[in-house]
């Protein structure tokens, strides 16, 4: 079993849909929680960053950490072509130069927003 | 300044070519690491540097080498690869102390994709 679960989709919404992104993780030793956008070739692009539950707002993304459901969300409101993407989750046992500052990346889910 | 900047951004090299590839950032984050992705897979970890010291070698064979000549900067020396090791080269940095207000992550740069023939 992966430590980090996250359906590949693909997912395919309509413009102006809100878009659910979900991961589920097993180890609760996890404490930092990131999102990144990752366009066809490029680097990932990071989203949202938070390292405590509850809910964290950037325009139109919403972040979503429950640890004691060791579970992960990021809502896109208004979604647009634009946010076609492969959408990755992250998260780390610590910070970064050590092994706990490792990052463990879910698989991505691929999105495609049509007009 | 909150990028993190990779050049080449594509290399073609024959496998007994030597190059580099390079990075660099001016966030003041004191870890810096290499990923490598394959097509539609995540990111891998291969290495990672704390204060300019290595401090995680994922197992990576040694034809990949790293180096940390200061804070800001990261190379990855190639030699004698492999087709197989055609991929997307991932520069990233990030703090290594707590956030004191949610911090940056991990940031990312765009990448080097690199071909070997």
């Known amino acids: 079993q992966k430590e980090v679960e996250q359906d590949p989709g693909p997912l395919s919404v309509p413009e102006g849909a809100i878009v659910s992104l979900n991961c589920t993780y097993s180890n609760s030793a996890f404490q930092y929680f990131m999102w990144y956008r990752q366009y066809s070739r490029k680097g990932p692009e990071l989203l949202m960053y938070?390292?405590?539950?509850g809910n964290k707002e950037d325009g139109r993304f919403t972040a979503q950490v429950d640890k004691s459901s060791k579970y992960i969300s990021l809502f896109i409101r208004d979604s647009q072509p634009s946010d076609s993407a492969t959408y990755l989750c992250?998260?780390?046992?610590?910070?970064?130069?050590?092994?706990?500052?490792?990052?463990?990346f879910g698989q991505g889910t691929i999105l495609t927003v049509h007009p | 300044d909150t990028e993190v900047t990779q050049t080449p951004k594509h290399l073609v090299m024959g496998m007994t070519n030597k190059k580099s590839l390079k990075c660099e950032q001016h966030?003041?984050?004191?870890?810096m690491y290499w990923y490598k992705q394959k097509a539609k897979k995540p990111p891998e970890l291969m290495f990672v540097?704390?204060?300019?010291?290595?401090?995680i070698n994922e197992s990576v064979p040694s034809r990949f080498s790293p180096e940390c000549p200061n804070s800001s900067l990261l190379n990855l020396h190639l030699h004698a690869l492999q087709p197989e090791d055609s991929a997307l080269y991932l520069c990233?940095?990030?703090?290594?102390?707590?956030?004191?207000?949610?911090?940056?992550?991990?940031?990312f740069g765009s990448g080097t994709r690199l071909t070997v023939v």
């Open positions: 540097y704390s204060y300019e010291k290595l401090s």
């Open positions: 990233a940095s990030s703090q290594v102390s707590p956030p004191s207000t949610g911090g940056e992550g991990y940031t």
């Open positions: 992250a998260m780390s046992k610590g910070l970064g130069g050590t092994s706990y500052g490792k990052l463990t």
């Open positions: 938070t390292y405590s539950s």
């Open positions: 966030m003041g984050h004191r870890a």
